[in-house]
C-alpha cells in the first residue's frame, strides 16, 4: 500500500488512529483490513483516523518519548492526575530512552497510567496513557533491552 516501506525495510509498527492509539505490531497489522472491527480486535482504534507508519529503523522508546513530550505539552494542567501523571510518565520514558532507566520503570509507567485513565476531566488523560499501554503490550522486550543495555536495540 501507498509503494511499500521505503527503502526496502520491514515494517515494524502502525499506529493506525492518531498518535493517542496503541500501536500493532506490523505482522499483526498485515492480517488486518483497516476496518474499526479489526483494528479493535487487535487491541487499538481507528480514531482520528491518522495512520502513522513506522519501519525496524525506529526505536520504540524513542517513539514513545515524542508521544509522552507531546501529551506532557498539551495537558492544560486542570486537573491533578492529567497535570502531574502525564509529565512523570514523559520523564520515565525520557530516563529510559537516555540510559538511565531502571528495571521498575515499566510497571511504573503501567500504575502511573492506572492512575490517570478515568481520572480526568476531558479525554486527553487515556490519549496519554494508551500509547505507554500500547508500546509496553506490544514492545516491552525492547524497552527492557534499552534499560539493561543504554542503547536502542535497532
Ligand atoms: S485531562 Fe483534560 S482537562 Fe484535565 S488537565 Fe488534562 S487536558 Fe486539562
Redesign the pocket.
Given at each position: 500500500m501507498a509503494g511499500g516501506v521505503r527503502n526496502g525495510h520491514k515494517l515494524k509498527a502502525v499506529i493506525p488512529g492518531g498518535s493517542s492509539m496503541p500501536v500493532v505490531r506490523g505482522e499483526v497489522m498485515m492480517d488486518l483490513t483497516m476496518d474499526y472491527d479489526s483494528i479493535q480486535k487487535a487491541g487499538s482504534g481507528l480514531g482520528s483516523g491518522a495512520v502513522i507508519v513506522m519501519d525496524d529503523t525506529v526505536c520504540m522508546v524513542r517513539a514513545l518519548e515524542r508521544l509522552s513530550y507531546f501529551y506532557h505539552e498539551?495537558?492544560?494542567?486542570?486537573?491533578?492526575?492529567?497535570?502531574e501523571g502525564?509529565g512523570w510518565l514523559y520523564r520515565i520514558v525520557h530516563r529510559i530512552e537516555h540510559g538511565q532507566g531502571r528495571p521498575e520503570d515499566l510497571d511504573l509507567l503501567l500504575s502511573i497510567g492506572g492512575n490517570i485513565a478515568g481520572r480526568?476531566?476531558?479525554?486527553?488523560?487515556e490519549a496519554?496513557v494508551w500509547p505507554v499501554q500500547g508500546m509496553l503490550r506490544n514492545f516491552r522486550d525492547e524497552f527492557e533491552y534499552h534499560i539493561e543495555h543504554k542503547r536502542c536495540l535497532v
Open positions: 498539551e495537558s492544560c494542567g486542570q486537573c491533578t492526575p492529567c497535570r502525564t480526568t476531566i476531558c479525554a486527553l488523560g496519554a
